[in-house]
């Protein structure tokens, strides 16, 4: 089948249960004693919406799935080559920590924020200019099988930060609203402030590592290719830059013991790094890595 | 009754949910808190700077932020394009503090060598402690010591002690923990441990950021990278490897549409006069030999020669083509017809024209205004040395011949752009970054987990005190933590049954 009929599926279920997501945040009033995003907090209808949330979610995830294969079928190479693939492969990464986070914690009120991420990845690619989503023979330097190892791993760790980011948000939201004393705010929905900090730092915890192999795998194919492992590309700068607040945001929480609103705000600058690792370096920054 | 709350109404879990912004016991103020003699007082205090955390933390925001600066100023420029870009005086500026080459300058070199500092002092500094506590687990301890953890858990159940003691063990057991069991004469003590190997995570992780520097340093002092050009069976001599570098051929292959889809070089290693080794050579494919790597780069058409040349001859006055000829670099051709021998000698490939040299040279290395010169031979004895022209046909007139002679076309010289590289340090840099993964993943993902049980009681029923705790990933902890307290429950509940 067709990629982008794949995709265009893709976008159309992300779309409904990010809404359908929003949907059951606003219908689902919490009880007193049923703490926020608790599975049994909520009427009967919202609980019916979640669900419905999460199997679009989960299909869409299937069809995003289905949607890379395609390309890859299609295109001959690893399904990730230019900017529209690797959105998708992004989208694909946030949706599927988003259905493990929901089938560990089943806290479903975080798919607003997370879910919207990942349908939000795939709206800005589908609105990119045509020539960049077709398939397009890889160049030179982009034949190795480095290309599956070290876009995969990287783009996995993006995922992980921008979950982590959502979260952030999240906590920096629910954490006004309990000092304001917002009682009937959507935000007092939100799952504790404890949890979401954990949640958000378990992504992070989970990113670095990827992003670290990003980096590594990285090297050592710049290593085949361009003979150097490190040439100080603004691509590699900057996944270095990254890579010091992360580590920094890891220090200061597992040993100076720093929580909540603190790491929160080191979350979100840490994702909108990432956001200017991912387009501003390709847009803005001349460089090796010029075509992603 | 809700088994969660069970737990948090019977053990004492002093957590306080909304207190999140109250900071953990920071583990650098532990221990180091003597006070010796003014020596060893400065010399801790020194320690315990360069071994902090903070310091860790600075360091890092430091070279984020001067790598940011690193981006946005274009790095080893020639000084007249910052001058122009960005006037004299900030010039003045960069040049001081090394922005122009600031990943190689003093101060961005000594914020490296201090995280290199920082992260081994704080080697220095925690692995005792932790090596004390991966051999010394603490597997004799006292009932008070388990009721004064902060996961601490009563529960009784009507089993022996002996048969609650064995079912606890092989529950641990089954979720990965290593048990140690010991009797005496108050109950049994359990000791069940996981994860211990975690605690080293860390340790590796910064031993790992020395190893990766000093191999980034050995290949900085003892490498280097070069670029350079080869003609197709040109050979050239590589110093660094005292052997030499023949380029065989030069091929590239291109997609449908005509983008170039890869190019190959076919090298040979000619050392102590004896060929060694031929290898074809691609992008993302090098040739290693001696240390010394040859990595295809770049490719192009050479400016001061070309393969082949397609000459016609036509009569002046007919216009009519009268032959029509292939020429191969400096190879003489006969045209018996014309009685005329044609050889192509020299080429230039954006000709120009020295006057008080009297000499033709070439403005560029672009094919701009290519020009074949051409060494004419006719029967009787004269010889001509035109030049021809590809862009003006006309431009070149030789009055003593009947014909002229246009350049039709050429097919030009390829010359393969290869890059030099040695570097020493790469293995050290590969083992160094395969530390940093394994240390990262063992401290992101393994924690030491430790369960204390005490079982006792008097034949028919019987008491368990549980304790446990974690160095890291307190909550996934306290969940874990949870089912096994459901568990042991569980179990004792089973008994009752019967």
């Known amino acids: 089948m067709n990629s982008f009929f794949l995709f265009d599926i893709t976008f159309w279920l992300y779309f409904i249960a990010a809404i359908l997501y929003i949907v059951y945040m606003v219908t689902n009033r919490v009880g007193e004693l049923v703490p926020a995003g608790h599975p049994d907090g909520g009427s009967l209808r919202s609980k019916a919406v979640g669900q419905i949330a999460t199997i679009l979610t989960a299909s869409g995830w299937v069809a995003n799935t ?25 989208a694909w990464g946030i949706i599927i920590g988003y259905l493990i986070l929901e089938y560990i914690y089943k806290i479903k009120i975080i798919g607003v924020f997370v879910v919207s991420l990942g349908f939000l990845t795939i709206a800005i690619a589908s609105l990119l200019p045509f020539r960049y989503q077709t398939v397009e023979p890889l160049n030179p330097a982009l034949q190795s099988n480095w290309l599956l190892i070290h876009v995969l791993v990287t783009f996995l760790g993006y995922a992980a930060f921008a979950i982590a980011f959502g979260l952030s948000i999240m906590y920096l939201l629910k954490e006004r609203a309990e000092k304001k004393g917002l009682k009937y705010s959507f935000f007092m929905r939100f799952p504790d402030c404890i949890r979401l900090d954990e949640l958000s730092y378990k992504s992070i915890a989970f990113g670095f590592p990827f992003l670290t192999f990003g980096i590594i795998s990285g090297a050592i194919w710049a290593n085949y290719a361009w003979g150097g492992y490190w040439s100080w590309d603004p691509k590699e700068t900057w996944s270095l830059i990254v890579w010091f607040i992360y580590a920094a945001y890891l220090h200061a929480r597992m040993t100076r013991g720093w929580r909540g609103r603190r790491t929160a705000i080191f979350s979100v600058v840490g994702f909108i790094s990432v956001i200017f690792l991912y387009w501003g370096v390709s847009f803005i920054l001349p460089g090796l890595h010029a075509y992603a | 009754m809700n088994s969660q709350e069970d737990i948090v109404i019977e053990g004492k879990n002093n957590y306080a949910p909304n207190d999140i912004n109250r900071p953990v016991p920071s583990e650098d103020n532990a221990g180091n808190k003597k006070i010796g003699n003014g020596l060893s007082n400065i010399l801790s205090r020194l320690l315990d700077f360069f071994s902090s955390v903070l310091l860790a933390i600075s360091l890092f925001v430091l070279l984020a932020g001067a790598s940011i600066i690193g981006t946005i100023i274009q790095q080893g420029e020639d000084p ?347 293995n050290i840099v590969w083992v160094g970054s395969g530390l940093l993964m394994s240390g990262l993943l063992l401290s992101l993902f393994v924690f030491h987990k430790r369960i204390w049980v005490k079982v006792h009681g008097d034949g028919a029923r019987a008491a368990i005190d549980i304790g446990g705790n974690t160095n890291k990933n307190h909550l996934d902890f306290e969940r874990e933590y949870g089912k096994l307290i459901n568990n042991i429950k569980e179990q004792s509940k089973e008994h009752k049954e019967k």
């Open chain 1, 66 to 90: 289905f949607a890379l294969v395609a390309r890859a079928l299609e295109a001959k190479h690893a399904p990730y080559a230019n900017l529209f693939e690797s959105m998708m492969l992004m």
């Open chain 2, 80 to 426: 007249s394009k910052y001058i122009r870009e960005y006037g004299e005086r900030t010039y003045w500026w960069f040049h001081l503090f090394g922005l122009t080459d600031l990943y190689h300058n003093w101060w961005f070199t000594s914020l490296l060598v201090l995280l290199c500092v920082n992260s081994l002092a704080c080697v220095y500094k925690r692995f005792p402690a932790t090596w004390r506590s991966i051999i010394n687990e603490k597997r004799d301890f006292s009932l008070k010591f388990v009721q004064n953890l902060k996961n601490h858990t009563q529960v009784t159940c009507n089993k022996s002690s002996a048969e609650t003691g064995r079912e606890i063990a092989s529950l641990l057991s089954h979720k990965r923990y290593k048990v140690t069991v010991k009797e005496s004469g108050d109950g049994i003590y359990l000791f069940a441990t996981k994860g211990v190997w975690g605690r080293v995570g860390a340790h590796l992780a910064h031993i790992s950021i020395m190893i990766i520097l000093l191999g980034a340093l050995i290949g900085g002092k003892l490498g280097y990278r070069n670029f350079g050009v080869i003609l197709e069976g040109e050979q050239v001599f590589i110093p660094e490897g005292k052997f030499f570098l023949r380029l065989d051929k030069f091929w590239i292959d291109y997609y449908e549409n005509g983008a170039v889809k890869d190019f190959y070089s076919k090298l040979t290693i000619i050392d102590n006069g004896k060929e060694v080794l031929t290898k074809d050579i691609q992008v993302n494919d090098p040739l290693a030999y001696k240390g010394i790597w040859f990595y295809q780069a770049s490719y192009g058409d050479a400016f001061d020669r070309i393969d082949r040349a397609r000459v016609a001859i036509k009569e002046k006055k007919t216009d009519k083509v009268v032959g029509d000829l292939v020429l191969d670099w400096q190879k003489e051709y006969k045209v018996p017809d014309l009685n005329m021998s044609l050889r192509m000698v020299s080429f230039v490939s954006d000709f120009a024209y020295n006057k008080e040299k009297s000499e033709v040279y070439t403005k560029s290395v672009e094919h701009n205004n290519p020009a074949v010169r051409v060494e004419i031979s006719n029967g009787d004895g004269s010889v001509f040395t035109p030049w021809l022209f590809y862009n003006y046909p006309d431009l070149y007139d030789m009055k003593e011949s009947k014909y002229k002679f246009e350049l039709l076309g050429y097919l030009p010289h390829k010359y393969t752009g290869l890059q030099v590289a040695k570097d020493p340090g790469v």
